[in-house]
């Protein structure tokens, strides 16, 4: 019996109970106890302490041997880097423009499929598509955000709707792809947006049985003149200059939220500034709260409790959205109440969850932007150069995409080691983004024009790949335990399990299990495709299953040619839920991706003079999908292998048109024939310069 004590209330009561009670939540709260016995897993992260961890190990370092397929199911082309969850007797995954699907857990065999026709809502918001990251079930219910910025409630039985509300303005450049969080009878959720147009960041908090709105939490101040809505947000405007209201500020809550039920607290990871650069956004003065922060909220009230924030005038694109795991440690003799968490700027911080007090933060990767954090001020203590001071370039480590991403890690209560995908690459920044563009107050936003970022492959190190890695970090002792190389600069999302394994899969198709103790790759299956979504793990009937989703998403096209060697295509790459047991004997499909070849082009003239021009436009409109360099990464087709950028017509009639707005590409309504032409001129020089390299012959 413990006593808790709820807001004026103390209760005597088991830990279960008191959530409820605290929380006015639902027994549903029970299925996210980090306690649970691991059958299901019903929300990102598996339970409110969001560790990435299962605690079954019917599946363990002996028996991993024996793992294999126990059945898969063939996906559409499409978004496929989500996490699913399991509830009972059912596995609920969202693949595409957030397209829910429902499928028997034992066999895979389809129960309904919802498609809430992003396509048709999105509009001009369709051209930021990162694709939907996952999905939560509470009491019947399974919830998903849009990219229109829909919430939407389904039937977790038929996959009829219930609800739908609005989060965000539709006219915005804001979009929705993490996954809504539950508890005590709410959803929560944020959005994206704060990287191409003005977005002020907020949370909010609905009813998860009507829909209706409970409470919302701006991020950033608005302007001022109009009053502020809280003492948290006139707190944070102090922290602002110049006229950052009309820019947005950014601080958007796209990914990271956990919970604890027993303070009935929320705890929101917030992104970057909009724009990215300080000085653009904030004359270059303040620490600009609350951009990059950890920031614990009252889960009934959603009032302010504490903020740790990791980069005081953030201008690198470092957010702090990266996932935290909620754990007990011991340090300094005593158990402490921590939250885990490696953003990207480079630092693994374990904070005191109940204050926000620092207990330490050592870095993961190679990191340049400062030589430490300060534990006594619980500042970093920054390297000027870094901030590209006007008129100067820096090249900083790590790079924006972050010594880690939204890939999440894993922590385990057995070995308290939390396993990261690391990033390592350098960004080269400067007052200037990319391509060229110079950063102006009055330029048409969106677009990734907001970026102080101008080089994708910083002449440093390894310039054109970066690499990656699987870590292994001692959380209570600060350093690493092991690592593993992992191929290409960007690793999958990561799962540990109490079978003292660690799953993850990377770019090249591998599927990895890894002692978890230390880090001994034990067990690989070959996906054919890239495997970018984090696993999860459950069981029915008694009988432990491992399920992850195969194919290319979210970031990958920010690679580019490193990812021509893995040879990728968009549309024959094996898209999959790949579900595996042990002693599964489920045939293994095959068919590798077909191979990419240049389309023959005899007509092309080369034109310096639209070059500049379609680079331009290419790399702020059309990059973050078809990669860089033209070089499709396998998150949409290679342009330089498709005829259709040889006829101004066809190619009008999809990028003007929007005949493939179904399909996920955007309609561009804002594009003169001119810039068409040179568009068209950019893509077909690549092309060129492919089968000048000996390509398609
Ligand atoms: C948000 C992601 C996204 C963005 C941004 C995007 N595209 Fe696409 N594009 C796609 C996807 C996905 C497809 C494949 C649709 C399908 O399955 O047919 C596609 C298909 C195409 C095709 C047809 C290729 C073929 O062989 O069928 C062309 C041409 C094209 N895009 C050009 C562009 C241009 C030019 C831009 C920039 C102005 C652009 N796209 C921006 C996602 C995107």
Not at 182 to 211: C, E, H, M, Q
Not at 662 to 680: C, H, N, Q, V, Y
Request: glycine content about 12%.
């Amino acid at each position: 019996m413990a006593w808790i004590r709820c807001g004026m209330k103390v209760l005597a009561a088991g830990a279960l109970a008191a959530i409820a009670a605290c929380s006015g939540g639902s027994n549903s709260d029970q299925r996210f106890a980090d306690s649970s016995n691991g059958a299901d897993w019903p929300g990102y992260g598996r339970t409110f302490g969001e560790q990435h961890f299962s605690p079954l190990d019917e599946i363990n370092a002996g028996t991993v041997g024996r793992l294999s397929l126990a059945w898969s199911l063939d996906l559409p082309a499409g978004n496929t880097v989500s996490q699913p969850i399991k509830v009972d007797t059912t596995l609920y995954f969202v693949t595409g423009q957030a397209i829910v699907h429902a499928v028997d857990a034992a066999t895979g065999k389809p129960l309904w499929e919802h498609d809430p026709k992003v396509g048709e809502a999105a509009g001009f918001k369709m051209r930021y598509a990162w694709g939907t990251r996952g999905l939560v079930w509470y009491d019947g219910r399974i919830y998903v955000g849009t990219m229109d910025g829909r919430l939407i409630a389904l039937d977790a039985a038929t996959g009829k709707e219930v609800w739908a509300v609005q989060t965000i303005s539709k006219g915005s450049r804001n979009y929705i792809t993490g996954a809504p969080r539950v508890f005590g009878g709410k959803v929560l959720i944020g959005f994206g947006g704060a990287d191409v147009g003005p977005a002020r960041g907020y949370v909010t908090a609905y009813d998860a049985t009507s829909g209706k709105q409970l409470w919302q939490w701006f991020t950033v101040p608005g302007d001022p003149a109009k009053g502020f809505e809280n003492k948290a947000m006139a707190m944070a405007a102090k922290t602002w200059a110049g006229e950052w209201w009309k820019l947005g500020g950014g601080g958007t809550v796209w990914n990271a939220m956990s919970y604890d039920p027993e303070t009935d607290t929320v705890f929101l990871g917030t992104g970057n500034g909009s724009p990215w650069n300080h000085k653009a956004r904030s004359d270059g003065k303040g620490d600009n709260l609350f951009l990059a922060s950890i920031v614990a909220l009252d889960g009934r009230t959603g009032s302010y409790k504490w903020h740790y924030q990791v980069n005081p005038g953030e201008t690198w694109d470092y957010t702090a959205t990266n996932d935290m795991a909620l754990a007990t440690l011991k340090t300094g003799g005593k158990p402490r109440k921590v939250l885990i968490t490696a953003p990207k700027n480079g630092f693994l911080y374990v904070l005191d969850r109940t204050n926000g007090k620092l207990i330490s933060a050592e870095p993961f990767a190679k990191i340049t932007w400062a030589s430490r954090i300060d534990l006594a001020t619980g500042r970093p203590v920054e390297s000027p150069e870094a901030r590209y001071p006007a008129g100067s370039t820096a090249v900083v480590w790590p790079s924006d995409r972050g010594a880690h991403n939204w890939s999440p890690m894993a922590y385990s209560p057995q070995s308290r080691l939390a396993y990261i995908p690391v990033n390592e690459k350098a960004g080269s920044w400067a007052d200037y983004g990319l391509a060229g563009a110079a950063w102006r107050k009055d330029m048409p936003v969106g677009d990734l024009q907001t970026a102080a970022m101008f080089d994708l492959y910083p002449k440093t190190g390894d310039p054109l790949d970066g690499t990656s890695k699987l870590l292994a970090f001692d959380v209570v002792n600060g350093r690493i335990a092991w690592s593993q190389p992992t191929p290409g600069p960007l690793g999958g999302g990561v799962m540990a399990s109490g079978g003292n394994l660690v799953f993850q899969g990377r770019l090249d198709g591998r599927f990895n299990a890894y002692q978890a103790d230390n880090g001994h790759l034990l067990w690989s299956f070959d996906a054919h495709a890239p495997v970018q979504a984090p696993p999860i793990s459950y069981s029915v009937g008694g009988r432990q299953y491992v399920t992850v989703l195969s194919g290319a998403g979210t970031g990958v096209a920010f690679i580019g040619p490193p990812m021509a060697r893995l040879a990728m295509d968009y549309r024959t790459q094996p898209r999959r839920v790949l579900t595996f047991a042990l002693d599964g004997n489920a045939p293994l499909p095959g068919a590798k991706p077909a191979a990419l070849a240049p389309f023959a082009d005899p007509g092309f003239k080369a034109d310096a003079t639209q070059l500049p021009r379609g680079y331009f436009l290419f790399a702020t409109r059309c990059l973050m999908c078809h990669g860089v360099d033209a070089v499709g990464a396998g998150a949409a087709p290679d342009l330089r292998a498709s005829p259709v950028p040889l006829e101004q017509a066809a190619f009008a009639q999809v990028v003007e048109g929007g005949g493939l707005v179904a399909a996920g590409m955007p309609r561009f309504t804002d594009i003169s024939d001119a810039d068409l032409a040179a568009i068209r001129q950019y893509i077909r020089s690549r092309a060129a310069a492919w089968r000048a390299q000996g390509a398609g012959k």
